[in-house]
């Protein structure tokens, strides 16, 4: 199995270098592949200068500017599909995902999901030094999915996720509309409607020590909205 950890970064030069060394000691064999939307902060240069130590395994997509999340994501998939990767890992570069869960979520692969979800609720609430109101947002966000959606996933919104290539060679990329964090859910909703199986591993989730969180209102409220519209939107798959 050809395994790829997609990690979009903006502002993160206090964490990718420390990321890229403790993925690559990973058993399994985890590439990287990093879409950068034109950090200030040398974020880029980094990733180049450590792309030197392990060019075959270090990849780079550098992006003019900020153009969400999603964007970088589906920009990702597209590569990986490209360069024939069976698992593709969605995962944050600030360490609050343990990369040592990449394992986790792989085996939940092997094991026969489709989709493999790093889920801080599937076992109660599993979140370390989050202030309490982003505690509730994010926990009351996925019941507000499961209640519009039905979906049967406890995190939905959660952005630790394994995908089979299949599912996403089956998704229709150009048809993704949110690019926040939104995109999290519309792509699960979107796997799910199609008939692909989820699968939840419960993670312990721990906010980032080092750089700056990059919520807004702005991303809660294309969330909030768009997924009012899911359960109305006619989905189908690519050919």
């Not at 970064?9 to 034109?38: Q, W």
């Not at 990986?80 to 085996?107: Q, T, V």
Request: net charge neutral; charged share 25%.
């Amino acid at each position: 199995m050809k395994r790829l950890v997609i990690i979009p970064t903006y502002n993160e030069r206090e964490n990718v270098a420390r990321m890229i060394a403790k993925v690559l000691s990973l058993d399994g064999g985890f590439d990287m592949l990093f879409v950068d939307d034109g950090s200030p902060d040398g974020t880029a240069e980094i990733i180049e200068r450590e792309r030197v130590k392990a060019p075959e395994r270090i990849h780079l997509i550098r992006r003019s500017g900020k153009l969400g999340l999603g964007t970088a994501y589906i920009a990702g998939f597209r590569w990986a599909l490209g360069h024939d990767y069976d698992y593709i890992f969605e995962m944050d570069c600030d360490f609050s995902h343990n990369p040592d869960d990449l394992k986790r979520l792989s085996d939940c692969l092997d094991a026969g999901a489709d989709v493999a979800v790093g889920s801080r609720y599937v076992r109660g609430v599993n979140v370390v030094n989050w202030p309490l109101s982003r505690l509730l947002m994010s926990y009351f966000a996925s019941r507000y999915v499961h209640l519009i959606t039905r979906m049967p996933v406890y995190d939905a919104t959660a952005g630790f996720v394994g995908y089979r290539r299949d599912v996403l060679e089956k998704i229709d990329l150009d048809m993704v509309r949110m690019v926040g964090y939104g995109f999290q859910i519309e792509m699960k909703y979107t796997a799910w409607r199609l008939g692909f199986r989820i699968s939840e591993v419960s993670i312990i989730f721990v906010d980032r020590e080092a750089g700056t969180s990059k919520m807004s209102s702005g991303i809660f409220g294309e969330a909030f909205f768009g997924v009012l519209a899911l359960p109305f939107r006619i989905i189908s798959g690519r050919k």
